[in-house]
């Protein structure tokens, strides 16, 4: 009996070391830049004048067990029409360690009506963008 628990005992053990070592082991840090471009087709009615400022704001954020890195942009674009595009750019470059697989991504959009204001929030997330590449992520914006 005690020959069985020798031979079950050992590999335990040395899969339990095996795994604590692993665990005390610093996590390797990751450098990674790209761009998220941000594609808003902005979609409003009449309760929004032509000519009013619409405010865009968009971020992005990686995230690693080291530390959380965000980016952000805003920009202020007058109503052309009930539709229009507007690109915001999220140029990045983060340090993470044991970076997170999906890169949440938070835009707002907010203007003044003939009734008061008018806001949007939406949220998504996407892959991690490959090191040195180009992203574009389309959001409808319906003010």
């Known amino acids: ?10 590999p335990l053990l040395a899969t339990l070391v095996g795994l604590a070592a692993a665990s005390s082991a610093p996590a390797e840090t990751t450098t990674a830049s790209a761009t ?8 409003t009615d009449d309760s929004i004048p032509a000519g009013t400022s619409i405010s865009l704001s ?3 954020q990686g995230a690693g067990t080291n530390v959380s890195q965000t980016v952000q942009t805003t920009t202020v674009t007058a ?13 990045y470059k983060w ?6 697989a999906r890169v949440p991504i938070f835009l707002s959009a907010s203007a ?3 009734s ?3 806001s949007v929030g939406t949220n998504l997330a996407i892959p991690m963008p490959a090191d040195g590449s180009v992203v574009t992520v389309s959001i409808p914006v319906r003010l």
């Not at 009996?1 to 050992?10: E, H, P, V, Y």
């Not at 109503?79 to 140029?91: D, E, F, I, N, Y």
């Not at 340090?95 to 997170?100: E, R, W």
């Open 58 to 60: 968009a971020q992005a």
């Open 79 to 91: 109503k052309a029409g009930s539709s229009q595009r507007v690109v915001l750019t999220l140029p």
């Open 112 to 114: 003044p009506t003939t």
């Open 116 to 118: 008061g204001s008018g």
């Open 1 to 10: 009996m005690r020959a069985g628990m020798k031979s079950f005992a050992a």
């Open 36 to 43: 998220i471009k941000v594609v808003c087709a902005i979609t």
């Open 95 to 100: 340090v993470l360690a044991s970076p997170q």
